[in-house]
């Protein structure tokens, strides 16, 4: 499944990155799941995405939860709680 990630704000920031798209391996079917395989990729991402870290989630630009089953082809966004307009 592919998908595109989209990162916002202080998320951004700290990725280098404003989105890229994504083969999910299997295994990984929910927007929990993704976070925890871009947190696993270690640095900057385990810092941006780890459990720690107070991040918001979007899912097809509707805000979701971890347990947000990811669609083929879908969008999922990482932004902080609170971001600037």
Not at 28 to 40: M, N, P
Not at 54 to 83: I, K, N, S, W
Request: proline share 6%; charged share 20%.
């Amino acid at each position: 499944m592919k998908i595109t990630l989209k990162y916002f704000a202080s998320v951004r920031e700290k990725l280098g990155a404003s989105q890229e798209s994504l083969e999910l391996p299997e295994g990984v079917a929910t927007v929990g799941g993704v976070r925890e395989l871009l947190a696993a990729r270690g640095g900057s991402w385990a810092e941006a995405l780890g459990h720690d870290r107070a991040v918001r989630m979007a899912h097809q630009q509707v805000m979701c939860g971890p347990d947000t089953p990811v669609l083929d082809g879908a969008e999922v966004a990482f932004f902080p709680p609170v971001t600037g307009g």
